[in-house]
């Protein structure tokens, strides 16, 4: 009798054991999953709340005749000041666009020219910076984005303006960072194709 029972004993506590077990298993799967998810949505909350950042970007604008290939410095320090440099083509090198709240400063080092704007934002409407694309991501009511190739693609529609209706900016997975940007027109046509080559991000 003692015998039976010490059997029976052992193998209810070897069924507890085994369902402890599975239960860890599980927790620790969903965990898992959870986790990648959270990673991927970790990754994007640091684009959205850059505090400052310098990239090196090459940008190529298409036309239906032409294609026109630029290398320029963006700067970026939270709230509101931006610095654009031209480094290539050579014949409009060195021009700067200097925004600093209201005020907007135009330079270009090679004539030694400089002249300043106030209010006038329209001089410093860029859809080809990163915060722009930040500020515009953070409008959309519905937030899309997709996974692919190690890649996070986080994707803008802009339903005012057809000529730069859809914007995908891709983020390296492993390091966090901009990779390209891709701006279309309405036929979904790429208009503007940017390349980060340099890219230093401050988080807030």
Known sequence: MNKTKLIRNII???GIVLILFMLFYIKKSKNIRIG????SQEIINNILNISSYETLIEMEVK???NSNKYIIKQKYISPDIIEQEVIQP?????IKILKNGEETKIENSKINISKIYNGYDAMTENYMD???FIEEFKKEQSQKYEE???EIII???DNDNKYIKYKNLYIDKNTGNPTKMEIKD???????YILYKEVKLNIK
């Open 12 to 14: 209810i506590f070897i």
């Open 90 to 94: 050579e014949n409009i090198q060195g």
């Open 36 to 39: 990648n998810n959270s990673s």
């Open 130 to 132: 990163l915060i722009t």
């Open 63 to 65: 036309s239906n005749k």
């Open 155 to 157: 994707e803008v529609e």
């Open 148 to 150: 692919k190739n190690n």
């Open 186 to 192: 309405d036929n979904k046509n790429i208009v503007v």
